[in-house]
């Protein structure tokens, strides 16, 4: 309207405004233009009307230097001396949150990493914030300019906002708390981010102690980490440490700071939503359904983890102990209702797991009636399910470990199976999404591998048994038992497994060899089939490569199958003790292994042991004795093998004569093969403390008296010995004549008084009916079966002709020559296996020596 009235054309071509003396515009008085103009004056003449009530307008014109010098006396003198001090500190952080401000708001989406704009997805993220503050300090990017330009007018509404904030505290007698806090966070979040070592009085001393070792480690994460951020968070610390001259005011800085964060958080999308046709788009509307389904875990979770903190923290003092009144087993209880509601989805929450189990430990250690069943429901409901859909963390595997190995074998292995029931059925879509990736990446692994590359993919497969191990072995088993190949290489690339992946190994060996559905015999009705074998050679193999893992579970599922009447899986322990203990019952024997079965340990071991079995055995053979010692199963095994010998020909229930021959051969050969590793393994105290006599053998258990004595052997013989040591009961007559009548006499009523001694401490008259012992006194028959075949005959030839054997060894050894052209891949390491060779056969000829 202005522009009208100053005689402004703004219209048609046919006429113009013509320009008067005086500069003054001349309006047409005829055509469109005048009647428009005509409308233009009335329009006028109302605005005229009104403007009175309107208030003046403001000058537009630029402020001069007085207004500005007026506008800064009016701010706050302390903001004008904080600003003039410290202003130059805040302009590289106020750019990098102008770039953050672009990039949170949408302004930059559409934009490629390379500074170009998409032509395709012009509305969705495709740009880092690293990159973008990269691209933006190479002047590649350009944002808007929000921070950036800031002065002390400009930051007079935020310091107003901080001043009453500093107000309110000073008022509550809290602030010299909080600067205090404030400046120890402050220091400990700079050193973390610069990866070096916080001061005294920022962490406690153990702290600092375990980051100046791990200071290496630390510096490369929080290079990374410095580089994920493009810089962001760093320079931000160092501005709330320089931008301050003590704590008072760089507690001012930080204020500022996250009042600049609350406005960047608050600013509106630069642009609308992309339509949801896009492929994005449908992922986006995916993840939100399910972050609204999952609302309510989150709310669980975050009133777990304040509940376990109130209850680690409830003792006072800063240290973290407990109080009187709250125990760990009444904060577990507590916390039971919560966990059972959160469940699986406690994987969210890492810091929460490692304290659950922490606190589970110590309920462990209180030793209460109930702690063990409540640590139990509690790894049922949620460790163990959250461990199953948890990213690979060994941290998180070690601490349940720590927990699991506290309870008995049976509830870990039936933990272990409600777990992977869950996992096979699909009980959520996390746990079935886990278990169907574990089961691939599996296969894939074993597609691939083979003895040359067991150390590669060793350590992939203890990655991938972090979380789902039981789903993991199931996959490995099934292969094995259908080809044998790979027993070896299998158990080679497992030695980088945990000890949790190996206590579920052995219950997923377990579950195998237990399966209900699968036949023991091949369809001809006589031999074994092949899984079970391969299954059996694979535990042989496994424990003796990795005797740490724990036995115990095997060797009672062995004890209970037999206990039951099924004794093909004696052939699982058969394979125990001949891979742990080296120790094999051969089938066919020459004529001299024959003739070197009547001599002693020693012998017999060098002329059976032709596949060198009986090497690197003696940490496999400790574990196994360990093993049955302190759960006291030699007995059972000893007892219910000797029963399933004799009961094997009337339980069976084959047609098959052949097969029932079978095992009755099967269960002599085991029970030579147990009795020759207990009586080598140990101790002559520890191997009649662990037996009965031979009485009670055959009387209470219904041992054939024969079966019995020869359990009993290393038993009798130690007696024997021990009796022969003692001193005769009635002195020695003197030298003289008639001393070798003396001395034969004596010897006799020793040898008596032994027998006697055998016969009342093994009840050997209640082996046979009593009416036998008027034929026959129980001296002899004692000493008849106590006799083994190495006290009637010494086989000198053989044990010369293998001291000979062993002396030729020594000198091929001695006289080895390396072979022009043949390059040997590790010299040192054969070197090394020739003198362990030759101290073995030089070891071997002083025993054979002893024995003869």
Known sequence: LGAFAEGVYLGSRESSFQAAPGRQRVLPSSGPVAVLHTHMLALLQLFATYAPR????????PRSCASLAAEAGALDAELLAY????GAAWQAPLRKLDVRAAWSCGELDGVLPSGRASRVAGGERLLTLARALELFE??????????????AEDMAPRWSRVVDDRAALQASGRW??????????????????????EEADASPALSRAVVTVLSPALKAAARQRDKADGGLELSLARLMSDAGVDPAERWLTAKLLAEIDAEIDSLPAARPAPPSSTFAAGEAERDVGQAASMGAFGVAAALAVLLLQMLARSGGGGGGALSAGSTP????????????????????????????????????????????????????????????????????VYELWRLLEQLPYTARYRLYGLVHARLEEGASPLMAKARATTADETKRMMRRLSKENTKQYGRYLGKITHCNPSVVFDTILGQIQAYDNLIVPVVEMMKYLTPLSFDCLTYSLLSHLASPAKTRLKEDGLNVSLWMQSLSSFCGNLYKKHPTIELVGLLQYITNTLKSGQSLQLLVLRDLVTKMAGIDMLDDLSAEQLQAQAGGETLRACVTDLLGIAKNTKRSSTRLKETLQRHGLVAPLFLLIAQQRSATVFLTDSPQLKLVGELYDRCQETLEQFQSFCGANFSADEYAKALPTVGELCAAYNVEPEVAFFICRPVLRHLEDKAAGAPPSKP??????????????????????TLAALEASQGLRTVLPEGCWDLLSPQLYGTFWRLSLYDILVPRERYNDEMRRLRRSMDEIDRFVQPIGLVEPDPKGAATKRKKERERCAANIEKLKAEL
């Not at 590649?140 to 800031?150: D, I, K, T, W």
């Not at 020695?732 to 008084?753: I, N, S, T, V």
């Open 176 to 197: 010299e708390e909080v600067v205090f806090e404030s400046d120890a966070a402050r220091r400990f979040a700079r050193a973390r981010l610069e990866g070096s070592v």
């Open 54 to 61: 309107c208030g003046p307008r403001p000058a537009l014109r």
């Open 732 to 753: 020695a007559a003197a030298k003289g004549k008639e001393a070798p009548a003396e001395k034969a006499a004596a010897d006799k009523a020793r040898a008596a008084e």
């Open 329 to 396: 087993l009444l904060s577990l209880r507590a916390a039971l209702p919560v966990l059972q509601r959160l469940g699986l989805h406690l994987h969210a929450q890492p810091l929460l797991f490692v304290r659950l189990c922490r606190l589970c430990v110590a309920a462990l250690a209180e030793g209460a009636a109930e702690a063990a069943g409540l640590v139990q429901e509690v790894a049922e409901v949620a460790l163990l399910p959250a461990l199953t859909v948890s990213a690979t963390n060994p941290g998180h």
């Open 138 to 151: 190479s002047d590649e990017l350009q944002v808007r300019r929000r921070f950036r330009s800031m002065t």
């Open 83 to 86: 600003w003039s001090a410290h």
